[in-house]
């Protein structure tokens, strides 16, 4: 059983950055991709980056490019969300996410197992 744990979410004012981290276990974690997702305050849960099995490729939403970068430690077995230049519309719970599949692709990336998830509020 995939068992994923999310930390590193907090209080920040706009323009800030928080750094997120997902600690993975249950099986190979170098050999599936994985994902960030979050859900904003009564909407529904929405993808936000995607990185390949060797860290080699990342795949982000429009809203974060530029601004979020998402990496991992195979030797680790965890994943990171760098967040930089924060806005009050990044404000949701962030969700670190693993799929079925290892053969799933990071631009059409979908979440089969999630994390508890951590609040993330940036204030104006």
């Known amino acids: 059983q995939v068992h994923l744990v999310e930390s590193g979410g907090g209080l920040v004012q706009a323009g800030g950055s928080l750094r997120l981290a997902c600690a993975a276990s249950?099986?190979?974690?170098?050999?599936?991709?994985m994902g960030w997702f979050r859900q904003p305050p009564g909407k529904e849960r929405e993808f936000v980056a995607s990185?390949?099995?060797?860290?080699?490729?990342?795949y982000y939403a429009a809203s974060v490019k530029g601004r979020f970068t998402i990496s991992r430690d195979n030797a680790k077995n965890t994943l990171d969300l760098q967040m930089n230049i924060l806005k009050p519309e990044d404000t949701a719970v962030y969700y670190c996410?693993?799929?079925?599949?290892?053969?799933?692709?990071?631009?059409?990336?979908?979440?089969?197992?999630w994390g508890q998830g951590t609040q993330v509020t940036v204030s104006s």
């Open positions: 996410a693993a799929p079925l599949s290892r053969f799933e692709s990071i631009d059409n990336f979908e979440g089969r197992y």
């Open positions: 249950g099986r190979p974690f170098s050999t599936y991709p």
């Open positions: 990185i390949s099995r060797s860290g080699d490729n990342t």
